[in-house]
């Protein structure tokens, strides 16, 4: 499994855009990178999902480079209702692929927003 | 609400004893997981079942630990003979398809403390 290596905390201004990088440099060819928030008390939500390029939703943008060796999750404009913890996840979205029975989370990212 | 429930959501007990949690995922998920979070730390993966068939257990799994999910429905996670170092926030997540890496929908989790 891919290792990731994102910073343990962040701070922000509300309004503010906010980039989470998260590095992955063994990724393999078949591993999609994962992005899960969470709340005190509550379990993690998936956020976005990506394998190159970019991926936008509602909610963020996924940047990942050619190489794929690290991504970054980005968060228009945050607000006090962002502040979570976020964690970034490598892993194979084939049934068969190596560790597929599981996520692996690390400790992830504490995002604080200050007003 | 992710549609995934857990019951009860705080138990506290004394060293020793039983205690047994329920998990009802989604209703059409075919996959089922539990994770353990403690404190700062990301979720880690305990076990998980497809439909009825627990496929994967993790080490941290002991022997006091027992898992399951009768007609693939929901699922129970039982500890015997708890111990101060078995507390910690217990979460189940379910998802569709056959990949860990498919969006899993958390529950908001069980958290036991043992005294």
């Known amino acids: 499994l891919a290792k990731t290596t994102q910073p343990i905390s962040m701070d922000s201004y509300e309004g503010q855009e906010v980039n989470i990088t998260c590095s992955h440099n063994n990724i393999a060819t078949n591993d999609y990178i994962t992005w899960y928030q969470q709340f005190p008390s509550q379990g993690p939500r998936f956020i976005i999902q990506g394998y190159k390029t970019k991926v936008t939703n509602e909610v963020a943008s996924l940047f990942i480079p050619a190489d794929r060796k690290s991504s970054t999750l980005s968060l228009p404009r945050v607000s006090l209702s962002d502040t979570a913890v976020y964690y970034c996840l490598v892993g194979d979205l084939q049934e068969s692929g190596a560790g597929s029975y599981q996520l692996t989370f690390g400790k992830g990212t504490k995002l604080s927003v200050i007003p | 609400d992710t549609g995934v429930s857990q019951d009860p959501r705080h138990k506290i007990t004394k060293r020793g004893q039983n205690v047994t949690f329920r998990c009802d995922p989604i209703s059409e998920h075919n996959r089922l997981y539990w994770y353990r979070q403690t404190l700062g730390q990301g979720p880690e993966f305990l076990t998980y079942?497809?439909?009825?068939?627990?496929?994967?257990k993790s080490r941290l799994l002991s022997d006091r630990f027992s898992a399951e999910r009768p007609k693939g429905s929901f699922s129970t996670l039982e500890i015997q003979r708890t111990e101060q170092g078995d507390s910690a926030m217990y979460l189940c997540a379910s998802s569709l398809g056959l990949a860990a890496y498919n969006e899993q929908f958390f529950g908001p989790g069980t958290r036991l403390t043992v005294l």
């Open positions: 079942f497809q439909n009825e068939a627990q496929l994967e």
